[in-house]
């Protein structure tokens, strides 16, 4: 697996969009980009994925850069329910590959 | 709301005891797995059932011992614990012949070991 990085905190201020970023610059041509956040005493929950083409559903938005190098989710209105530790993950094939989370990104989301 | 249930969510036993998680998945799919996660490391692969075979043993301890009976059911059977077994067990699940499809996790396990 492509290995990522992300800052390890970041702040964003409540109703506001938190835009969260993600380097992969080893990226190989079939391995998708995908989120997972963790809150705190519950499991990682899986956000959004995506290839080479922006990403959009009901909990975030996921922006890839033209050449795959890195990408940002987007939450659009963030809210205290989304204070979480995000991940960043790339991976070609979740039924053979293992499953590797980083270090993630700390969101506290404050009022 | 997942798909993924875990029980028990807490569990304190001490080094001698012999106790099971349990993991059932509603998602209709057919893979599941076991991860471990400890403070501040990061999470680790035990066990991968496939179509309800073991395809991987991470080189887990043998005081763990899985179990798959059916593609919506798992289990982790313990036995003769150490402190340093206690942290959050992850139970996962994904559809395996869907390359694309993410894991799909429960909220865990608190295991406990005195």
């Known amino acids: 697996d492509a290995k990522t990085t992300q800052p390890p905190s970041m702040d964003c201020a409540e109703g506001r969009a938190a835009n969260l970023p993600c380097n992969h610059s080893t990226i190989s041509g079939n391995e998708y980009v995908y989120w997972y956040r963790q809150i705190h005493s519950q499991g990682p929950q899986y956000i959004i994925h995506g290839l080479k083409n922006n990403e959009t559903n009901e909990m975030a938005s996921l922006i890839i850069t033209e050449d795959r190098k890195s990408s940002t989710l987007i939450l659009p209105h963030a809210t205290l329910r989304d204070t979480a530790v995000y991940y960043c993950?790339?991976?070609?094939?979740?039924?053979?590959?293992?499953?590797?989370f980083g270090t993630g990104t700390r969101l506290t989301i404050i009022p | 709301e997942t798909g993924v249930t875990q029980t028990p969510r807490h569990l304190v036993m001490g080094m001698t005891n012999k106790k099971s998680l349990k993991c059932e998945q509603h998602?209709?799919?057919?893979?599941m797995y076991w991860y471990k996660q400890s403070a501040k490391k990061p999470l680790e692969l035990m066990f991968v059932?496939?179509?309800?075979?073991?395809?991987e043993n991470n080189s887990v301890p043998s005081r763990f011992s899985p179990e798959c009976p059916n593609s919506s059911h798992l289990f982790l059977h313990l036995h003769t614990l150490q402190p340093e077994d206690s942290a959050l067990y992850l139970c996962a699940s994904s559809q395996v012949d869907s390359g694309e499809q993410p894991q799909h996790f429960g909220d865990g396990t608190r295991l406990s070991i005195l």
């Open positions: 059932y496939s179509l309800e075979e073991r395809v």
């Open positions: 998602l209709g799919h057919n893979a």
């Open positions: 993950i790339v991976i070609s094939n979740f039924g053979n590959e293992k499953l590797t």
